[in-house]
């Protein structure tokens, strides 16, 4: 890949995010991290702080930015259904807001910009595995949509930006990935059940814990994104990036319970309103166009993930801690309540 270029990843110090700095410095490259810590942690791009090519930006997207960037990843928002749903309105507005925000900037320095979509996009789907062309089953007004819509919303955007002001996008639709760096408190499944596993609770199954999903190891997965960035720039393409081996949520639990060597009970939950009864992603296009496939297989990824958090809940203190580092502070974060109470508009805010 081409190196020395001044990379903007908005979301940099969340579990993909800080990943993708770390790549993109070793790759060479300048790396201005954006993140208003909703659900990063500093304590993910600690290490990075010391290299004087990156830089971190306390900011959120949804205010406008500017800077002089050869290339955006677009990666600012929350992924766990937990997280997203604490405060949909502003996961709407971080999806659309951000967007736009993004897209806006890409235009004006003549930026290449990546969308960090979502299998998400297909909502709960009828055709298996999903395929690119597959236009989703998503319910608008349920309590995932603020995710799912507004993901769809931001594919939207990022095509329209690309065919009315031919502004140059990628866009993956990210199915789900794991490893070391996902909040124990994250809410989604791989987290869950380690840390349950690890402390000797029962293990929350949803449902009956048939429904799928595939999972795809975090090194595995920043290896596409970068690939996808630096494909050639002929028609974009949304590309499905995971990994296609599906399981059952029970055959998770399962598996976990055997390499924690846990005694842990399985213990049911209700399924969650709208939650997708089976996900697999067909990675065609991704082979045949960037040559990428997954390779690390989840047993594999499962034992890295369980060493990380096992060694964090030896040191539990280890991320409070750690030293704040040196933070650029673009504008103090308004809470949306706070911001609507003052009656600001959270888009009209200029810097
Ligand atoms: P994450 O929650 O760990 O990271 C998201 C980061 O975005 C955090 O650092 C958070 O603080 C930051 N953020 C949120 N709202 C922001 C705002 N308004 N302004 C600035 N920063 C903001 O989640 P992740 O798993 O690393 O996901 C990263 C991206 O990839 C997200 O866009 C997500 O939708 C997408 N994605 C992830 C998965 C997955 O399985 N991990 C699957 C599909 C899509
Ligand atoms: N799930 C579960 N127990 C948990 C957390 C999640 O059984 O403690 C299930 C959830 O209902 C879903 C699957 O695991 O069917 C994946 O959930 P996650 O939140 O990780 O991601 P998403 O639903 O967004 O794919």
């Known amino acids: 890949m081409c190196a020395d270029k001044t990379i903007l990843v908005t979301g940099g110090a969340g579990f993909l995010g800080s990943f993708l700095c770390e790549r993109l410095l070793e790759a060479g490259n300048d790396v201005l991290c954006l993140d208003n810590f909703h659900t990063g942690s500093r304590s993910n791009i600690l290490h990075l702080l010391d290299n004087y090519r ?6 959120d997207v949804t205010v406008p930015i500017c800077a002089e960037i050869d290339e955006i990843y677009n990666l600012a928002c929350p992924a766990s259904p937990v997280h997203y749903q604490i405060d949909p309105v502003q996961t709407v507005r971080t999806n659309v807001h951000g967007a736009i925000n993004m897209l806006d900037l890409a235009m004006r320095a003549n930026a290449k910009i990546f969308q960090a979509s979502t299998s998400e996009v297909y909502g709960d789907p009828a055709v298996h595995p999903q395929v690119e062309g597959y236009f989703g089953n998503v319910n608008p007004i349920g309590p995932r949509a603020c995710y799912d819509e507004g993901k769809r919303c931001a594919e939207t955007l990022f095509f329209d930006y690309h065919r009315q002001y031919g502004v140059d996008i990628r866009m993956a639709r990210i199915f789900n990935t794991y490893g070391p760096r996902m909040r124990p408190d994250d809410g989604r499944v791989v987290s869950n059940f380690i840390m349950q596993a690890l402390r000797g609770e029962p293990i929350t199954l949803y449902g009956d814990g048939m429904q799928t999903r595939s999972f795809c190891y975090v090194d595995d997965l920043i290896r596409g994104i970068m690939a ?3 494909a050639p720039d002929t028609a974009p393409m949304p590309c499905n990036l995971g990994n296609p081996v599906e399981f059952t949520m029970r055959q998770l639990a399962e598996t976990i319970l055997e390499l924690t060597g846990s005694r842990s009970i399985l213990t049911t939950r209700p399924l969650p309103q709208d939650d997708p009864t089976q996900r697999k992603p067909d990675i065609s296009r991704a082979r045949e166009h960037l040559g990428w ?6 047993r594999e990824g499962l034992m890295r993930t369980i060493a990380y958090f096992e060694a964090e809940l030896s040191a539990p203190a280890r991320a409070q801690q750690r ?8 504008r103090p974060v308004q809470p949306h309540s706070e911001a609507l109470a003052r009656g600001m508009m959270s888009n009209g805010a200029h810097l």
């Open 228 to 230: 996808l960035m630096d």
């Open 293 to 298: 496939a997954p390779a690390v297989e989840l």
């Open 323 to 330: 030293k704040t580092p040196l933070v650029r502070r673009t």
């Open 54 to 59: 990156f830089e971190l930006i306390r900011h």
